[in-house]
């Protein structure tokens, strides 16, 4: 069990460019979500899939969100035009059943 | 909208005493989990509670819900210094679903001291 890996572990971006970052879960595990969480709060749910189908996706921020699991393994988070106001840590987390592995989240820092 | 609330929001322990953190919710549910977060870090699963008096232990935490009251609890023994993290309660926004889609409380950051 290597647990879910996420890539990178920090990004620091300009305001307006694009950013993208991949989470590779738990090999077993048919679902994946995102969760974002800022500073003092609570993670945030934004998406989820279970094997390549994104089952939920009405919580993402804008529709600068997008996120794909092409093959149902790894996913990706991308954020076109990035704002200040999108600086968090952004989660991944798998699971099989009901508990959720999360992973050590990329942390991005827009200037 | 479901919200999720936490207290206290801090709190600061003396090692060996015994404490409460209260995690109460707004809508139905009878799923509800407690993670733990070290600073800089991830979180990790400690209590997955799935039913109404539902109560789970592992060393010094005890978690405990009751679905009627829309409450859980999450009881610290004997408190020593490595417990010191934020606990955030999330309670899945939809019944007899699997974690699709969680609400956390905003946390409660313990810290132990001698």
């Known amino acids: 069990d290597t647990g879910v890996s996420q890539d990178p572990r920090h990004k620091i971006t300009k305001r307006g460019q694009n950013v993208t970052f991949r989470c590779d879960p738990i090999s077993e595990h048919n679902r994946l979500y995102w969760y974002r969480q800022t500073l003092g709060q609570g993670p945030e749910f934004l998406t989820y899939f279970q094997n390549e189908a994104q089952l939920e996706k009405s919580r993402l921020l804008s529709d600068r969100f997008s996120a794909e699991r092409p093959k149902g393994s790894f996913s990706t988070l991308e954020i076109q035009r990035t704002e200040q106001g999108d600086s968090a840590m952004y989660l991944c987390?798998?699971?099989?059943?009901?508990?959720?592995?999360f992973g050590s989240g990329t942390q991005l820092s827009v200037l | 909208e479901l919200k999720v609330e936490q207290n206290p929001l801090f709190l600061s322990m003396q090692e060996g005493k015994n404490y409460t953190i209260y995690c109460n919710y707004s809508t139905t549910s009878d799923r509800l989990y407690w993670y733990r977060q070290d600073p800089g870090k991830s979180l990790e699963s400690l209590f997955v509670?799935?039913?109404?008096?539902a109560v789970k232990q592992e060393g010094r935490l005890m978690a405990s819900l009751d679905t009627k009251a829309r409450l859980s609890t999450l009881h610290i023994t004997a408190a020593v210094h490595d417990l010191s993290a934020t606990y955030f309660c999330?309670?899945?926004?939809?019944?007899?679903?699997?974690?699709?889609?969680?609400?956390f409380g905003t946390g409660t950051r313990l810290a132990v001291r001698p």
């Open positions: 999330a309670v899945d926004e939809r019944e007899k679903s699997s974690g699709d889609k969680l609400t």
């Open positions: 509670l799935l039913s109404n008096g």
């Open positions: 987390a798998s699971s099989r059943f009901e508990k959720l592995f």
